[in-house]
Every structure is written in C-alpha cells, then in structure tokens.
C-alpha cells in the first residue's frame, strides 16, 4: 500500500514538473503532448532505472543506519542508566561524606576542647612550679646576699677597728694590754 502510495505521488510530481517544462520550453501556446510523454517516459525509465539498481543498496543501507541508531540508542540507554545508578550512588556518597565530614568536625572540636583544658592544666601546673622554682632561688640570693652583706659588714667592722684601734693605740697602750693579759693569764694558771 505505501508503495503504491509512493508511486502515485512520484508520477504526479514527474507530470507537474514536466507541465513546467514543456511550458517553459516554447512561447507557443499549444502544448506538444508527444514531447510531453518522451519526457516523461524517459523520466520514468530513468528512475526506475535508478530505484531498481539503487533500492537494495539504499535499503541495506538505511537499515543498516536504521540497526545501528537502534543499537547506539540502546547502548545509550545503557549507558545513561549507568551514569544515573553512578550518579546515585555519587550523590549517596556524598550524603556520607557531608555526615562522616560533620563528625569529623564535631569530633574536632571535642578533642580541641580537651586539648586546650589538658594545655590550660598543663600550663597552670608549669606556672606553678616555676613560682615555686623562682621562690626558692629568690630566697636562695637573698639568703646568699644577705650572707655575703653579713661578711662584707664583718669585714668592714674589722677594718674600721684595725683602722681605729692601729690609730689609738699606741706603744704604750699596747704594752698596757699585754700587761693586762699576762696578769689575766697568771690568776687563770694559779687558779688551775
């Protein structure tokens, strides 16, 4: 039915372009039907010429093209059902991440809380045992200071009673004092 539908349709098509022709052809206004039918039947010689040596071919190929867009259109398919399960299972992993990304930062801040109470111990304890450590070496300087003040003011006060002592004291004092001690040291022998 569709050829004879197809043939109908080409050999009305073949008559109005051969109208057209023949029309074109001549400025007379009769028309040469003989003319007319040659054309047209060396026309319709031609493409049947053409659809005979040229219909197997041109219907292997367009079935061919026909199989092969089948086939490329069910490799598509297959392959946009892949991308999409792809893309699920992108899109589920990136759900995961984003939660598995959210108690890692929870986590995170747990642990740096710890971190900086553990620090915050740690350094409390540090401190105090340097205030300790200070405390002890200030009293340790002092106590070294105050020794050494303790020696320098001796020192001093020995100086200062030579440096008076050598000024007042004369030979005659000095043979005085030795008097003295040698009497002191007689009534310690007899006594003993």
């Known amino acids: 039915m569709r050829q004879k539908r197809s043939a109908a349709i080409f050999f009305i098509l073949v008559f109005v372009m051969s109208l057209t022709l023949?029309?074109?052809e001549g400025g007379e206004h009769h028309f040469d039907w003989a003319g007319f039918f040659g054309k047209l039947l060396n026309s319709s010689i031609l493409i049947g010429a053409i659809i005979y040596f040229l219909r197997k071919p041109i219907i292997e190929m367009l079935s061919r093209k026909s199989v092969e867009i089948r086939d490329d259109i069910v490799v598509r398919e297959s392959e946009l059902k892949e991308h999409k399960e792809s893309l699920s299972g992108i899109q589920t992993?990136?759900?995961m991440i984003e939660s598995e990304v959210g108690e890692m930062l929870s986590k995170a801040r747990?642990?740096?809380e710890i971190e900086a109470e553990r620090i915050k111990e740690l350094a409390k304890l540090e401190s105090e045992r340097i205030i300790r450590?200070?405390?002890?070496?200030i009293d340790a300087r002092i106590e070294s200071s105050i020794t050494e003040l303790k020696r320098k003011i001796a020192d001093m006060t020995i100086d200062e009673f030579r440096?008076?002592?050598?000024s007042i004291l004369n030979?005659?004092?000095h043979k005085k004092i030795i008097d003295k001690n040698i009497e002191i040291s007689g009534d310690i022998i007899e006594k003993g």
């Open 171 to 173: 030979m005659d004092i």
């Open 22 to 24: 023949a029309a074109s």
């Open 163 to 166: 440096n008076n002592y050598r």
């Open 93 to 95: 992993r990136l759900d």
């Open 110 to 112: 747990k642990s740096g």
């Open 133 to 137: 450590n200070n405390s002890a070496e």
